[in-house]
């Protein structure tokens, strides 16, 4: 059964600064890992899809790697600003079995970021 | 292209009441998701759906929840009778396939059980 794990589960930081989100799992037999924020009362917006083959994948100013084999994502925000502050959740996706294709997710990170 | 779409937004029902929820995903996409997010938690996967057949349902509460995808495009998922404790947010999913595709989420119908 897969466990997912994020580390810190709050950060508090001014704005400007560059954050790292930790993320592991204990199942490395993944199709990919998806990066999610969570603003309060809304749903989920993907931010970045890592497939297990990649180790790395940017969009603007957020960047996440993949290590499979030692269960672990890290999502780094550069110069963060006020308007990242949201939870930000990662889900590895299952392969194989009869599940395959689910996504299990961490309780999240709760980042804010104060002007 | 449209996002995932979901109905109602919220809903307040008494315990041992029933409940219905629906969602349309993103056209093409074969695949779909209903998920349940309790306050403070990550959201846990209910049942996924293959077109219009049930490939996982292994959490899903089937005393009480039951969910369809008629013609393998809307889906309904209801709750009968409903207990306190699942007074959450239910997300609706969906993604091309079952496997490299990116899932994407609904904004969610947040229900509230008195």
């Known amino acids: 059964k897969q466990e997912v794990t994020q580390i810190p589960a709050a950060l508090s930081v001014p704005e400007g600064e560059n954050l790292v989100l930790n993320c592991s799992f204990t199942?490395?037999?993944?199709?990919?890992l998806q990066w999610f924020r969570q603003d309060p009362g809304k749903g989920l917006t993907s931010l970045l899809l890592?497939?297990?083959?990649?180790r790395e994948q940017t969009s603007g100013r957020l960047n996440a790697s993949l290590d499979k084999s030692s269960g672990r994502s890290t999502l780094y925000i550069a110069a963060s600003q006020p308007g990242d502050s949201a939870t930000y959740l990662c889900?590895?996706?299952?392969?194989?079995?009869?599940?395959?294709?689910?996504?299990?997710f961490g309780q999240g990170t709760i980042l804010t970021v104060h002007p | 292209e449209a996002g995932v779409a979901q109905s109602p937004r919220y809903k307040i029902i008494e315990k041992r009441q029933s409940v219905a929820f629906w969602c349309n995903p993103i056209?093409?996409?074969?695949?779909l998701y209903w998920y349940q997010q309790i306050l403070g938690q990550g959201p846990k996967l209910l049942i996924q759906?293959?077109?219009?057949?049930?490939?996982?349902d292994s959490q899903l509460p089937k005393d009480r929840f039951s969910a369809e995808r008629l013609k393998g495009v809307d889906s309904t998922l209801k709750i009968q009778p409903a207990k306190l404790e699942d007074s959450a947010v239910y997300l609706c999913?969906?993604?091309?396939?079952?496997?490299?595709?990116?899932?994407?989420f609904g904004p969610g119908t947040r229900l509230t059980v008195l």
């Open positions: 759906f293959q077109n219009n057949g049930v490939v996982d």
């Open positions: 056209s093409g996409h074969a695949t």
């Open positions: 199942d490395s037999a993944i199709y990919n």
């Open positions: 999913a969906s993604s091309r396939t079952r496997s490299y595709n990116e899932q994407f």
């Open positions: 889900a590895p996706r299952r392969a194989g079995g009869t599940s395959y294709g689910k996504l299990t």
């Open positions: 890592i497939q297990s083959s990649q």
